[in-house]
């Protein structure tokens, strides 16, 4: 008597048993690549925001308190939105302004516009930026794809010529903007261009 189904019938179910364990495996694979998936892409989409959340500067320009005094003591620049960026909050944003050893952090100030005025009165300038609308600037309080803004403050100190400075613009997502300048030797108008 031989008994070939016995062992055939054996062997079925031993098989059966792995196509269950291999499906089940598979399923824990997929549900665990589909979650790291998930993760990976919102990882990716807030850095690329972070990456993208940038201002460019434009014109930087510095002006005299007073006509021909051979200082600077008020700094100006022309901002706009790097390309590809999302719109920047601008009650969240800093501007830091570094010379030599010394460094300003200035808040928004969205009261009031860029004016020598605005920038003596120290309830308005003071420790902040102050701005005037150029291009656009539909939403206030935001820099938006296509606005154009100049940004004023009023320096810590005044700055003569060859004077080394940096120029900071923070945005809210952390990423700042920077450009480091040098003053021209000889400084006799009231409008000091420093970049480009």
């Known amino acids: 008597m031989v008994k070939k189904a016995e062992a055939g019938i054996g062997s079925l179910i031993l098989f059966i048993a792995l196509v269950l364990v291999a499906a089940a495996a598979a399923a824990v694979f997929l549900t665990t690549s589909s979650s790291l998936q998930g993760r990976a892409i919102s990882a990716a989409s807030g850095a690329q925001k972070q990456v993208t959340s940038r201002?460019?500067?434009?014109?930087?320009w510095g002006e005299n308190a007073t006509q021909n005094n051979g200082y600077i003591g008020d700094l100006y620049f022309k901002v706009k939105?790097?390309?590809?960026?999302?719109?920047?909050?601008?009650?969240?944003?800093?501007?830091?302004?570094?010379?030599?050893?010394?460094?300003?952090?200035?808040?928004?100030?969205?009261?009031?516009?860029?004016?020598?005025?605005?920038?003596?009165?120290?309830?308005?300038?003071?420790?902040?930026f102050l701005i005037t609308?150029?291009?656009?600037?539909?939403?206030?309080?935001?820099?938006?794809?296509g606005d154009l803004i100049d940004v004023c403050v009023r320096l810590p100190q005044n700055i003569t010529g060859?004077?080394?400075?940096?120029?900071?613009?923070?945005?809210?997502?952390?990423?700042?903007?920077?450009?480091?300048?040098?003053?021209?030797s000889v400084m006799s108008d009231n409008k000091i261009p420093l970049y480009p």
């Open 81 to 128: 939105l790097a390309p590809g960026s999302d719109a920047i909050v601008l009650n969240n944003s800093v501007v830091g302004i570094s010379i030599d050893a010394a460094r300003q952090t200035y808040k928004f100030n969205q009261s009031s516009g860029c004016s020598s005025a605005n920038l003596t009165n120290s309830s308005l300038g003071g420790n902040k």
């Open 162 to 184: 060859d004077s080394r400075l940096t120029v900071q613009f923070i945005t809210p997502s952390g990423i700042p903007t920077s450009l480091a300048l040098t003053t021209p």
């Open 133 to 145: 609308p150029r291009i656009n600037y539909a939403r206030a309080g935001y820099l938006q794809d």
């Open 55 to 60: 201002v460019q500067i434009v014109e930087v």
